[in-house]
């Protein structure tokens, strides 16, 4: 097989890894440190687009600033003969995808460890003001050696004109997007940890909250219907553990988890076994206070509990109480409107464009989705 290099051939190429509608990425070498990588190409049909160009760079330049252990580095970034490239942490191993194909499941404390790394990832970040906005499993990736790592944090979300190809695609990007994303409105850290909310309870069940076949079909039920709580698929799973995953499914982001890092210690009070992980440190930042504005308050969805389970649910409610008490319900803005630490010049992101019809909300969301997905 040849090998194509990049950057006067510091970076050679070897095999690809995987291909999106955005970006093709490769397994590289890096000539000069001697030691693997990932390098992520823009799509050729795309390199002409001069505004997609600086903006890929730009959200590279914006997301190399994490260093955090459970999160994908980003080494360099740069152009070759018109193809702008990232060059990225190599990480050997699946995508919590991956795992889930092949397990369909996992069990709680094997599900609680890997939360408490996401977590950890996901609190470094939204303290930096970064927003991931596209949490899910396929971004979730598992190391041979067991760590958990983000990946794409801003990358996945830089391109406005991509295109899928495939419905199943949308609907599976569909599935963890908070519900203030999917309608259109400001989205904050907060809109992370629902998504990790569904990425939880898909390890925990099997099954994402909702069954649906069409994004109106989604649309109505996210702002309808009660989440079925994770016991009714699995009733082995712990109540309080039960109460965490769904507390970060609530409909209004203010009910949630005020952090990652609460969420953590949450997730390690429930879990049936000592977590083998060390727990992020909580902040009295919040995660809806990560963007320009908090998104206006709304009563709490049901979440459908059956009575063997209320005391779970009043156990949650309390620590609700107790967290907004403790922020004394002040907003602070953190950053720019797309989470960025304020001060800095963002690349335009445009939110779902916002319709009182089902339908043609779930047609918005689905044209949003294709230009957005890496």
């Known amino acids: 097989m040849s090998v194509a290099a990049l ?4 970076y050679l190429l070897e095999r690809e890894l995987g291909r999106g509608g955005m970006a093709t990425v490769h397994l590289a070498r890096d000539a000069e440190l001697d030691r693997p990588v990932a390098v992520k190409v823009l799509a050729l049909h795309l390199a002409d687009d001069e505004g997609l160009r600086r903006r890929f760079l730009r959200e590279a330049q914006l997301a190399a600033r994490l260093a ?10 740069g152009e070759d003969d018109g193809r702008p490239f990232i060059v990225m942490e190599y990480v050997p ?11 369909r499941k996992l069990a709680p404390a094997a599900t609680v460890d ?17 927003v991931h906005r596209d949490v899910k499993p396929g971004n979730l990736l598992l190391r041979e050696d067991g760590v958990l790592k983000v990946a794409d944090f801003g990358i996945a979300r830089a391109a406005e004109t991509t295109q899928l190809t495939q419905v199943g695609s949308v609907l599976g990007t569909a599935a ?26 898909e390890l925990l069940t099997g099954r994402t909250p909702y069954s649906f076949e069409t994004l109106a079909e989604l649309l109505v039920k996210q702002r309808e219907a009660p989440v079925p709580p994770v016991g009714e698929h699995e009733p082995d799973v712990p109540e309080a553990l039960e109460a965490a995953v769904m507390r970060c499914l609530a409909r209004n982001p203010a009910y949630r988890p005020a952090s990652a890092a609460q969420l953590a210690h949450e997730l390690a009070a429930a879990s049936p076994e000592a977590p083998t992980v060390p727990l992020p440190q909580a902040t009295g930042v919040r995660a809806t206070d990560v963007a320009t504005q908090p998104l206006a308050p709304s009563p709490p ?6 009575p063997r389970r209320r005391l779970a649910a009043a156990a949650a409610v309390g620590l609700v109480l107790l967290a907004l008490a403790g922020a004394g319900l002040v907003w602070a803005v953190a950053g720019d409107e797309d989470g960025s630490p304020a ?13 009182d019809d089902p ?9 949003w989705l294709r230009e957005r997905s890496g």
């Not at 955090?68 to 970034?77: K, Q």
């Not at 997007?177 to 907060?190: C, F, I, K, N």
């Not at 969805?301 to 059956?306: E, F, K, L, Q, S």
């Open 176 to 201: 963890y997007l908070s519900p203030e994303q999917a309608a259109g409105e400001r989205v904050t850290a907060a809109a992370d940890i629902y998504s990790l909310g569904v990425v939880l309870y």
């Open 114 to 130: 890997l939360a408490l790394q996401a977590c950890a990832g996901l609190e470094d970040a939204h303290r930096a003001g970064l």
């Open 301 to 306: 969805h049901a979440v459908g509990r059956t």
């Open 7 to 10: 950057a006067g051939g510091r």
């Open 68 to 77: 955090h252990p459970n999160v994908v580095r980003i080494f360099d970034a």
């Open 343 to 355: 001060g800095e010049e963002q690349p335009p992101v445009e939110p779902v464009p916002s319709s």
């Open 93 to 103: 191993g699946v995508t919590l995808a991956d795992e889930l194909a092949r397990a």
């Open 359 to 367: 339908a043609t909300q779930a047609r918005n969301l689905a044209d």
